[in-house]
């Protein structure tokens, strides 16, 4: 069953929210009708409920439109400041909105009496404007008040999801590389490359301790320039480059990266997980492709899965994706063929 969050209030379909607004106009203006007893005639209440819901409905689309997302990652301070400069907005606008549907009402109401719209409105700009000026910002501050406190504490609670997803994905991370077969693989070719190779070997054990110096100092980050993660990679990638030949083949397409970032360490666990469960021979090597398409990174790479699938790769996939909607606002594509294996990393400006 979907929770019901304050984003799912404000779908433009919500049948929910549709039903409120009808709610609190029709109980705003009973209560004006009881505060005002003798003064507010049964035609000034159903006015007054047309009226409500008209700028109720105009309200929540606007505030549909400013507050459809806050910048993702962002935290507590920033939080602060993007919502108080949009509800300073967000009032503005609906105090114009809420003049002019007043303005627009007061036309109509005059064209049925049959009298002067132009005398009506002049009439409540000397008489009635300043009561209704004060009805409406105060109207309006509680409302938005209300408004901006749920917006708030749902930013906060996505803020807090964000942390605890990045705590996941830095544990996942540091699982997956400081593992057992990967150290152990790597020991054994620095130990065949010593009396063999050995500046081969020293080259390899000094690309080995970059690639872990790059994931503990950039793990814990939102975000890297998309240049460092391609560096990395290559740098990861010599690692499996030396230990199995000619078996894996990387194609980094020439990028544009001056003004991309991108969540660290996200590429090498794609590579990562097209190695694990894919077979590499050199008869048959396993091609990964990196190209921009779009706003999004692609890791592309033939098919030749392994007779056992491991059920990580699911996982790894499913918290990567995870991190990246709670980062940027959009969604890991995944697309698989008869032949290949397709994922696309939205990309950050």
């Known amino acids: 069953m979907k929770t019901l969050t304050f984003e799912n209030l404000l779908e433009k379909k919500s049948l929910l929210l ?7 106009s029709f109980i705003i203006a009973v209560l004006f009708s009881v505060l005002r007893p ?9 006015s007054l409920f047309i009226l409500l819901l008209i700028q109720l409905e105009l309200f929540i689309y606007v505030a549909r439109k400013i507050f459809r997302r806050i910048k993702p990652g962002a935290n507590r301070e920033e939080l602060t400041k993007i919502i108080l400069s949009r509800f300073a907005l967000f ?10 549907v007043n303005m627009f009402s007061i036309t109509v109401i005059s064209l049925i009496k049959d009298k002067d719209p132009a005398g009506a409105i002049t009439g409540f700009f000397s008489q009635g404007f300043g009561e209704w000026l004060k009805a409406t910002i105060g109207g309006l501050l509680f409302g938005a008040a209300i408004f901006i406190f749920i917006q708030w504490q749902d930013a906060l609670k996505r803020e807090q999801k964000l942390r605890e997803e990045n705590l996941i994905f830095q544990n996942e991370t540091l699982k997956n590389q400081v593992n057992p077969h990967f150290l152990f693989n790597s020991l054994n070719t620095i130990s065949s490359l010593i ?3 050995p500046e081969t070997a020293e080259k ?20 890297v320039a998309l240049k460092s993660e391609l560096d990395f990679i290559i740098g990861y990638f010599n690692l499996h480059e030396v230990r199995d ?11 544009d990266t001056g003004k991309f970032e991108i969540l660290p ?9 097209a190695i694990k ?26 098919l030749q899965k392994k007779a056992t699938q491991l059920q990580s790769m699911k996982i790894g996939l499913k918290n990567l994706s995870e991190r990246i909607r709670l980062t940027t606002g959009k969604d890991l594509v995944i697309e698989e063929t008869n032949n290949y294996f397709v994922v696309k990393l939205p990309l950050l400006k």
Request: charged share 20%; proline share 2%.
């Open 204 to 223: 390899f054990i000094n690309n080995l301790s970059s690639v872990y110096r790059y994931i503990l100092e950039n793990g814990p980050r939102d975000k």
């Open 195 to 197: 009396q063999l190779q």
């Open 245 to 255: 030949e000619e078996k894996i083949i990387l194609n980094i397409e020439e990028i």
């Open 38 to 46: 003798g003064l507010v005639t049964a035609e000034d209440q159903i």
């Open 18 to 24: 549709h039903l409120t607004i009808i709610l609190m």
């Open 265 to 273: 360490v996200s590429l090498q666990i794609l590579i990562e997980n």
């Open 91 to 100: 009032l503005v606008i609906c105090f114009i909105i809420a003049l002019i």
């Open 277 to 302: 469960h894919n077979i590499a021979t050199r008869e048959n090597p396993l091609r990964i492709s990196i190209y921009i398409e779009g706003q999004y990174i692609v890791v592309n790479n033939n």
